[in-house]
């Protein structure tokens, strides 16, 4: 008996350090196609460690267009392609991204409300990187 419950209680809390550390999101958006569809749904790795090419989840703007930074009251959330990190020049850009902040894309330029019409992205808008489906 005390094994059984040893057992659901170390099941239990390995469960809430997976729902601490990942997160799942729905897709609704085209801005990532055809590389995530609307529908799709994707995991997130709670983390703001990326490189240029990772795909992220991150705060949808206010209506005022600016990125929203309170991680725990978002209107609803973006899925983007990290462009340019701090430090790097992105050809739309006239100076390098700052510090904490970064450039975002959709794949879907057409369709894509990112860096492009509201300006670098501060990493508190950011809520991790997305590992499922792995996107190249």
């Known amino acids: 008996m005390r094994k059984a419950l040893s057992l659901v209680l170390l099941l239990d809390l390995f469960l809430q350090i997976l729902r601490w550390k990942f997160t799942t999101v729905k897709v609704v958006g085209h801005s990532m196609e ?6 799709s749904v994707v995991i997130v790795l709670r983390t703001r460690a990326m490189r240029v090419n990772d795909v992220v989840l991150v705060n949808e703007p206010d209506e005022g267009g600016g990125w929203i930074t309170d991680r725990d009251r978002p209107m609803g959330y973006f899925v983007k ?5 701090a430090g790097q020049t992105v050809e739309t850009l006239k100076h390098p991204v700052p510090n904490d902040h970064v450039y975002l894309v959709g794949d879907n330029s057409e369709r894509s409300l990112d860096s492009r019409h509201l300006g670098t992205c501060p990493l508190g808008a950011i809520h991790g990187r997305v590992v499922w489906p792995k996107i190249d």
């Open 34 to 39: 055809p590389a995530i569809m609307p529908g």
């Open 81 to 85: 392609r990290v462009k340019a990190l």
